[in-house]
């Protein structure tokens, strides 16, 4: 069984500031890591995802993750946080079994981005 | 290509009700997921269809049953509808061995 927490529901950061959000995995096989962001009463829109290879991703809008295996985390970061990153973020797992979809979500941190 | 179509976006029942989601995926996807997303319970997975098949399923009662069609398109039904039933439902699709889903626009289920 695999799971995921995210550390901090509520985060908030000045516009300019670094933007870093949590993401703690647990997983009896190598996993499959993805970061999603939601605005609202939108669907999930994949930021960046880790499967094999290269440890650090980079995703869309300047967003990176580094995958550590040794502290079984992929914390999102981004340099400069700009005032439309605001939203909610959700880190996942998925087993690499290359057979089924399901994802085992955490629970989200909502990043506030202030002036 | 478009994406995930989910249809219809909004809808209010009433307890006791039924209620029938629709999901179109990309084009060439041919696994399709849903998931029920609620303020208390957050993302949890519904279940999985591959080739109008269902393999893989979520802990919901039975009144939450799916289907897939031959040409991947999916609906989703939820029988006998309760208050706690109010949700965002979210369609992911992905292809065949992908590692990654694409999710749709939901649709907000709201039962009175």
């Known amino acids: 069984a695999q799971s995921v927490t995210q550390l901090g529901s509520h985060v908030s950061v000045s516009e300019g500031a670094l933007v870093l959000l949590r993401c703690n995995y647990s997983?009896?096989?190598?996993?499959?890591l993805f970061w999603y962001v939601q605005y609202p009463n939108q669907g999930l829109q994949l930021l960046l995802k880790y499967t094999t290879g290269a440890t650090l991703v980079k995703g869309i809008n300047g967003f990176e993750a580094e995958f550590k295996k040794s502290e079984t985390s992929f914390h999102l970061t981004k340099p400069s946080a700009h005032m439309s990153d605001a939203a909610e973020y959700f880190c996942a797992v998925r087993l690499n079994t290359g057979t089924a979809s399901k994802l085992t979500f955490g629970t989200g941190t909502r990043l506030q981005v202030t002036l | 290509k478009a994406g995930v179509t989910q249809t219809p976006r909004y809808l209010i029942k009433t307890r006791g009700q039924q209620v029938t989601l629709s999901c179109s995926p990309i084009s060439g996807h041919r696994s399709v997921s849903w998931y029920q997303q609620t303020p208390g319970q957050g993302l949890q997975f519904l279940f999985e269809?591959?080739?109008?098949?269902?393999?893989n399923k979520g802990n919901f009662p039975g009144r939450f049953s799916g289907r897939q069609f031959s040409n991947s398109r999916s609906e989703m039904n939820v029988s006998t509808l309760e208050l706690g039933d109010s949700a965002l439902y979210l369609c992911?699709?992905?292809?065949?061995?992908?590692?990654?889903?694409?999710f749709g626009q939901g649709t907000r289920l709201t039962v009175v």
């Open positions: 269809y591959f080739s109008e098949t269902q393999r």
């Open positions: 992911a699709s992905s292809f065949v061995g992908g590692s990654e889903a694409f």
């Open positions: 997983s009896s096989v190598p996993p499959y």
